[in-house]
């Protein structure tokens, strides 16, 4: 999402009341965050290049693993035994 896009989003919402998680409304965690594509692609990059010339299976631990989209990204390296841990499964 672009800054532009991201300012129009952010006028067109309103006022709007939040308890609980910012991650518990998505479309309010993406306009605190609008490069969130971006960050996650380059750091999928940061991981294809630093298991590229490494045998595997390198072991991840994911602690809170929030919306769990880091989650998703280091499960598509073959190369990587993930275990999650979440502190407020859903």
């Known amino acids: 999402m672009s800054k532009k896009a991201a300012a129009a989003s952010s006028s067109s919402l309103g006022e709007r009341r939040f308890a609980g998680k910012l991650s518990d409304d998505y479309p309010l965690w993406r306009l605190a965050r609008p490069f969130l594509d971006e960050v996650h ?47 407020n499964p859903r």
Request: no cysteine; net charge positive.
């Open 41 to 87: 692609e380059a750091f999928a990059k940061e991981l294809r290049g630093f298991t590229k010339g490494r045998s595997g299976p390198l072991r991840v631990l994911d602690i809170g693993m929030g919306d769990g989209a880091i989650t998703k990204i280091l499960l598509q390296d073959p190369k990587l035994d993930v275990t999650g841990i979440a502190t």
